[in-house]
């Protein structure tokens, strides 16, 4: 079955980094955009980064450009994301998803509705 696995979350201090990873399994992943989305209490669940299936585009949320670097490697069906210089406003639980593409490789969706699967998702805490 189609599992979607985060890891890495924590508390850290804010200026840290983390790096956060989501095992997939169970579909073929070379076929899929992967996302990072973060949910806040009391927010929607908002888009963060995503890399295409081949990984030659990658998008982001203005919030974090610069700082966030989505990555993966389809050897290891695995993709990562790093954060740096964190803020408190980076607080959230953090879920990776993947959404099925075709044809060449193309940028990302950014839109929770296009992705098919979700992991279930690894807490991140910026202390200020």
């Known amino acids: 079955q189609v599992q979607l696995v985060e890891s890495g979350g924590g508390l850290v201090q804010a200026g840290g980094s983390l790096r956060l990873s989501c095992a997939a399994s169970?579909?073929?992943?070379?076929?899929?955009?992967m996302g990072w989305f973060r949910q806040a209490p009391g927010m929607e669940r908002e888009f963060v980064g995503a890399?295409?299936?081949?990984?030659?585009?990658?998008g982001y949320a203005d919030s974090v450009k610069g700082r966030f670097t989505v990555s993966r490697n389809n050897a290891v069906n695995t993709m990562w994301l790093q954060m740096n210089s964190l803020k408190p406003e980076d607080t959230a639980v953090y879920y990776c998803?993947?959404?099925?593409?075709?044809?060449?490789?193309?940028?990302?969706?950014?839109?929770?509705?296009?992705?098919?699967?979700w992991g279930q998702g690894t807490q991140v805490t910026i202390s200020s």
């Open positions: 998803a993947a959404a099925q593409r075709y044809g060449a490789d193309s940028p990302p969706p950014e839109g929770r509705h296009e992705y098919n699967y």
């Open positions: 169970g579909f073929t992943f070379s076929s899929y955009a």
């Open positions: 890399i295409s299936p081949s990984a030659g585009f990658t």
